[in-house]
């Protein structure tokens, strides 16, 4: 059940961002879906290879790095997800901070409902 919400909550942040920011776009509803199912996909494997792989780099901004690589991982889940584009890295940076605070303080809100 609390996977099934996460999902929602990511694709229903997906869709906020997209409204938000310029240079990404969402065609639907099936597609802002689809993107939360592959982003989540793409950082529970790909995220911590590249970030250990990145690490010298991490610890020599200070974890800063950290923000490129999600910014990395949201514009490679838009070259896979048909009918979710997003333009450029800086639509990308922008993109991946907002997903994650509007997904955060969501999961955080319905933290009752998803039994945490």
């Known amino acids: 059940m609390r996977l099934l919400v996460r999902w929602l909550i990511n694709a229903g942040a997906i869709l906020l961002v ?3 920011v ?3 776009e969402v065609r639907g509803p099936v597609a802002a879906l689809l993107a939360a199912a592959v982003l989540g996909i793409v950082n ?3 995220r911590p290879v590249v970030l250990f792989l990145t690490l010298p780099i991490g610890c020599l901004t200070l974890g800063l790095f950290t923000f490129v690589v999600n910014a990395l991982m949201l514009w490679l889940t838009a070259a896979v997800v048909d009918g979710f584009e997003v333009h450029g890295f800086l639509s990308a940076l922008i993109g991946s901070l907002l997903i994650s605070l509007v997904s955060s303080v969501a999961s955080w809100f319905l933290g009752g409902a ?3």
């Open 114 to 116: 998803t039994g945490e």
């Open 44 to 46: 529970a494997v790909i």
């Open 18 to 20: 997209a409204w938000i």
């Open 22 to 24: 310029d240079g990404i």
